[in-house]
């Protein structure tokens, strides 16, 4: 595995930041981190890339202990918080991140101009950071992150300061990075965004995780059918039931929430069979959006 945490816990004084926090991130995902806003994502972020120590609990990165100096060369971070160097030009701040990482002047002068041009900069490189929009300079964050070629990126945000067409491109990198065997941590309130691209995700909420699996998974329950019946019997309802997690019936009208997306045709079959009309059959999938707001609503169980 290339994250493994168990019960990793950060308190700040008698405030949870993050609380037994059970993860496995495999190798060459996307694995999305969501959570609304102080619900503990950039504590955990910030604990496993080294900038706080953990109060408890232990985590694995590539296979070494949190703070293994040689992790730290194989691992890039955009924060969401960026700030840089506004004096630097880009390719002057990607250079003095390359001498950080330990780059040799022949490493950094064959990455840098590779990095700028994956990001979209290019010949910007020679414009001061300073006179960059808050988008390009998420862009030279990302770079910043990219150069030492990591073999696990955190990205906090990449997304928030860009415009459509620069979100499309950081997605389509963080694709073909996966294609190449990267592995990516990602904190984002772009739930489209995350749906898009990652394997498997986790829900925070109040600093512990309610829900973690692959998308697949954890929106296979959430398959809402609504049908228009007459002649609806208890002997009906009760078949139906058996097939959905929730029924409601009012009226000619029946809502469910089914198991399997696959027992769709056999709830038309339990309606006729039972003596019943049905006059109409309409099915909706829950989206991330709906899961997450569900998620943080009823506060969830943890997970671990």
Not at 53 to 58: A, C, D, N, V, Y
Not at 69 to 75: A, E, F, I, P, Q
Not at 106 to 122: C, N, S, W
Request: proline share 3%; glycine share 10%.
């Amino acid at each position: 595995m290339i994250i493994e945490t168990d019960n990793l816990t950060k308190m700040y004084g008698n405030k949870v930041g993050c609380s037994e926090i059970c993860l496995t991130v495999g190798e060459g995902q996307i694995f999305g981190f969501l959570g609304p806003n102080g619900a503990g994502k950039s504590t955990l972020v910030k604990t496993l890339v080294g900038l706080l120590f953990p109060t408890s609990g232990s985590a694995r990165i590539l296979g070494k202990p949190l703070g293994d100096r040689s992790v730290r060369r194989k691992t890039g971070f955009l924060p969401e918080n960026f700030r840089y160097q506004d004096w630097l030009t880009g390719a002057e701040l990607l250079s003095f991140h390359g001498s950080l990482h330990g780059m040799n002047r022949a490493e950094k002068t064959r990455r840098i101009p590779e990095v700028l041009e994956l990001v979209g900069l290019g010949e910007k490189g020679r414009q001061r950071v300073g006179s960059y929009s808050k988008g390009m300079q998420q862009r030279v964050g990302l770079a910043c992150a990219l150069l030492p070629d990591p073999e696990l990126i955190f990205l906090d945000e990449p997304t928030s300061a860009l415009d459509p067409l620069g979100r499309r491109e950081v997605r389509e990198i963080m694709l073909e990075l996966r294609k190449r065997g990267k592995t990516i941590f990602l904190n984002s309130h772009l739930l489209s965004e995350v749906e898009m691209v990652c394997d498997r995700v986790a829900f925070i909420n109040k600093g512990c995780i309610v829900a973690e699996g692959s998308l697949d998974n954890l929106l296979a329950n959430t398959v809402e059918v609504d049908m228009r019946v007459e002649g609806i019997s208890q002997k009906m309802l009760g078949e139906l039931s058996i097939l959905s997690s929730s029924l409601k019936a009012e009226g000619n009208l029946i809502r469910l929430c089914l198991r399997d997306i696959a027992d769709t045709p056999v709830l038309a079959e339990v309606v006729v069979n039972n003596g019943g009309k049905l006059f109409s059959l309409n099915t909706r999938q829950n989206s991330l959006e709906d899961l997450f707001i569900e998620l943080v609503k009823e506060g969830g169980h943890q997970v671990c």
